[in-house]
């Protein structure tokens, strides 16, 4: 079992930039694509972006193409989520997740997500 910690997240204006990140620990964080998915209030929980073991592979919901980037680091058990030029569309809870071992690579379905950190809100204004 992994545990997962975001952090990063708070109130910015439409435009500006964040920086999330995703601290791991336990069973080994490096053999795990891993994934950002984000929950605004009454709303379905929807993948934005996720990233392969090794960190030379991603791909993203088009929603946030051009303006997020997602990578890793995994000497420090980290996985982060660069937002640039963000919408007050963005506003939400941002979670990430391991992507089950098996599941296809491109798939945005959360059911092929396990383990899952608590959130971090982002609040974008406009």
């Known amino acids: 079992q992994v545990q997962l910690v975001e952090s990063g997240g708070g109130l910015v204006q439409a435009g500006g930039s964040l920086r999330l990140s995703c601290a791991a620990s336990?069973?080994?964080?490096?053999?795990?694509?891993m994934g950002w998915f984000r929950q605004a209030p009454g709303k379905e929980r929807d993948f934005v972006a996720a990233i392969n073991w090794i960190g030379s592979e991603s791909h993203y919901a088009d929603s946030v193409k051009g303006r997020f980037t997602i990578s890793r680091d995994n000497a420090k058990n980290t996985v982060y989520l660069q937002m640039n030029s963000l919408k007050p569309e963005d506003t939400a809870i941002y979670y990430c997740?391991?992507?089950?071992?098996?599941?296809?690579?491109?798939?945005?379905?959360?059911?092929?997500?396990?383990?899952w950190g608590q959130g971090t809100q982002v609040t974008v204004s406009s």
């Open positions: 997740a391991t992507k089950s071992p098996g599941t296809r690579w491109s798939t945005q379905d959360r059911t092929d997500f396990g383990s």
């Open positions: 336990g069973r080994a964080f490096s053999s795990f694509a």
